[in-house]
């Protein structure tokens, strides 16, 4: 759900989203949701304690930079050369702030009689469609309510990184 919410922020900011923009998204996060379980099912138990610690704050972090970003953005003139959010390192920060709970699952999965590969390609197959959902119809929010939509993109973003850390501090 976080990967939908995010990626219906990035379709609020892309003016003109197109099915390359939308693949990049679903792609990424999709790919993300995947390899992170399995990473952290590869880690094992040695590391669950530390990365358990910090998680919560690192993807906080990230989603309030990304966020903050495009709330400090949506306040530049509408002429400002288009963002988006589905290239590069934006992509990147993205793509791991919402995949680093998935981590914690794969530490979890590890000490289950479970197949970590199909329950990843699972995670990974939906989140990629919800993805891709939640990016069309933030461009549709986009063009309908414009500069306050991407606003509340920003807000979104922030709100989800507060909601991780309060619900590990809970």
Do not use: Y
Not at 24 to 32: K, V
Not at 69 to 83: G, H, N, Q, T
Not at 134 to 146: C, E
């Amino acid at each position: 759900m976080d990967a939908f919410a995010v990626s219906v922020a990035a379709g609020i900011q892309v003016t003109a989203l197109n099915s390359r923009h939308v693949a990049r998204l679903a792609l990424s996060f999709g790919f993300f949701q995947f390899f992170m379980p399995v990473v952290g099912w590869l880690a094992g138990r040695g590391l669950s304690k530390w990365l358990e610690a910090v998680d919560h704050w690192v993807a906080f972090g990230l989603l309030a930079l990304i966020g903050g970003k495009m709330l400090w953005e949506s306040f530049r003139p509408a002429d400002d050369p288009a963002r988006d959010p589905t290239r590069g390192w934006t992509l990147l920060v993205l793509s791991i702030a919402t995949s680093i709970d998935a981590l914690a699952v794969g530490l979890s999965l590890a000490f289950l009689e479970v197949s970590i590969w199909v329950t990843s390609l699972m995670i990974g197959v939906v989140a990629a469609a919800l993805s891709a959902l939640g990016a069309i119809f933030g461009s549709r929010l986009g063009r309908r309510f414009g500069v306050w939509a991407e606003r509340f993109g920003g807000l979104v973003l922030v709100g989800i990184g507060v909601k991780i850390v309060l619900d590990h501090l809970t």
